[in-house]
């Protein structure tokens, strides 16, 4: 194969596009998705100075998806002195797993020159993930567990660190698994929070004000792209797979995804495209409803939350009272 572009021996053929691209034009299209992203979710406002930067807290954990997206944000706005930007390294306590991609990241952000910092289960939460597989109190798949205290970790510490962003690596394969998740749960209201989430659903809404509005430059590359581009530019990365994962129901559905990809390529984007737009009439409604917008502080740790008590707490009483 060729590439379209310069005719120079292809690196890859993206059957969902017809494209096939040689190492070069597959980064920089890479690159390019990347920065559109940025711009369309308007990432650096317009009032943004050197005097008074932006900050960006980059969930990095050492995986391909965090060490692309930190090497592509650097290389881009590295120099830019309108923009501040933290890595951010979450320890779950999983042996063998995140101790290696822990020298992943820390060998990353030296490279850049970034600053970097370490946080854990164990100290924050006062559990690590082994521990909680091992009693499950709930009866769920780990992710479930570990999702909800990583969100809690780095909501938390983009907020201490003074944030204007907060950005996590999830690609096209993350979000479109998380679309079908939901819609075959049938879970209206998680579809209204995944546009909550975005930075688009912040212009203008007090109800959001106490959260740091999240990013994910990365959503429209999918995750085999972004394992090549890794590659390529020979970027450090722990590669392995979570000791955890293969129990979760997001597993199964990253298997389905990939049969219905390899069968009718596009699927993903199609997915993406009418979730996004049905995840942002579902929030509307939400809203008139008047439903999820009262948030108080939690009575155990002081993160806002719905309830009460968070789900992060609850879980945590959960799990020492086996």
């Not at 579809?191 to 990365?218: M, N, Q, T, W």
Request: charged share 35%.
């Amino acid at each position: 194969m060729n590439c379209d572009k310069c005719g120079a021996d292809a690196v890859t053929h993206a059957a969902y596009s017809g494209a096939h691209l040689c190492e070069t034009h597959f980064c920089e299209s890479v690159e390019k998705r990347v920065r559109r992203r940025v711009r369309e979710d308007d990432l650096i406002p317009d009032d943004a100075t050197t005097e008074d930067p932006e900050t960006w807290v980059i969930g990095l954990s050492g995986g391909k998806d965090s060490v692309v997206l930190a090497s592509i944000l650097d290389d881009t706005f590295g120099v830019d002195r309108r923009v501040e930007m933290i890595a951010l390294t979450i320890h779950e306590g999983i042996e063998g797993y995140r101790d290696e991609s822990l020298d992943a990241c820390e060998e990353l952000a030296a490279d850049l020159d970034m600053r970097h910092e370490v946080v854990t289960y164990a100290d924050e939460i006062g559990v690590e993930m082994d521990d909680v597989v091992e009693k499950d109190p709930e009866n769920m798949a780990a992710c479930a567990y570990c999702g909800v205290f990583r969100r809690d970790l780095l909501e938390t510490y983009a907020d201490e660190f003074g944030a204007d962003k907060l950005l996590t690596g999830h690609n096209l394969d993350d979000e479109a698994q998380t679309a079908l998740m939901n819609f075959l749960e049938g879970d209206v209201q998680q579809v209204a929070k995944h546009f909550d989430a975005s930075i688009g659903s912040f212009d203008d809404r007090e109800d959001l004000e106490a959260f740091v509005p999240r990013a994910k430059p990365l959503r429209d590359v999918p995750e085999k792209e972004v394992a090549l581009y890794c590659h390529l530019r020979d970027i450090p990365a722990h590669m392995a797979e979570c000791p955890h994962a293969e129990e979760s129901y997001r597993g199964e559905i990253k298997e389905l995804l990939h049969e219905l990809e390899e069968n009718h390529p596009g699927t993903r984007h199609s997915i993406m495209a009418g979730y996004e737009e049905l995840s942002a009439l579902a929030a509307d409604r939400y809203r008139e409803d008047g439903e999820g917008a009262d948030l108080q502080e939690c009575a155990e740790c002081g993160s806002k939350t719905s309830r009460e008590v968070c789900r992060k707490c609850r879980l945590v009483e959960a799990i020492e009272a086996v």
